[in-house]
């Protein structure tokens, strides 16, 4: 079994800044990705950054300049800071990994995600 479990989330006025950490815990072989999805009422889930193995990443265009995405492979955690935050930025975050495990098989994993609400 793998379990994502996401931190960091909250209120904060528009302009201010927000740390969300996942860590990827169980019977993992290898990590290929670990990013990050939002979801806001009434909206699909969207991707907003994600972190490949071998040091790629992409971001959504509307979180580009704002948003860091950045991993600890020791640690299996991503991590996604987020500054300049905007109203429109508020939003359940996922975290998501595409994680091999020792069966050999690629699964992808999703957290409980982690409310972020930004205030004008």
């Known amino acids: 079994q793998v379990q994502l479990v996401e931190s960091g989330g909250g209120l904060v006025q528009a302009g201010g800044s927000l740390r969300l950490s996942c860590e990827a815990s169980?019977?993992?072989?290898?990590?290929?990705?670990m990013g990050w999805y939002r979801q806001a009422p009434g909206k699909q889930r969207e991707l907003v950054a994600v972190?490949?193995?071998?040091?790629?990443?992409n971001y959504a265009d509307s979180v580009k300049g704002r948003f860091t995405i950045s991993r600890d492979n020791a640690k299996n955690t991503v991590y996604l800071q987020m500054s300049s935050l905007k109203p429109e930025d508020t939003a359940v975050y996922y975290c998501?990994?595409?994680?091999?495990?020792?069966?050999?098989?690629?699964?992808?994993?999703w957290g409980q995600g982690t409310q972020v609400t930004v205030s004008s």
């Open positions: 998501n990994a595409v994680i091999r495990t020792y069966s050999g098989v690629y699964n992808d994993y």
């Open positions: 169980g019977r993992i072989f290898s990590i290929n990705s």
């Open positions: 972190s490949i193995s071998g040091g790629r990443t």
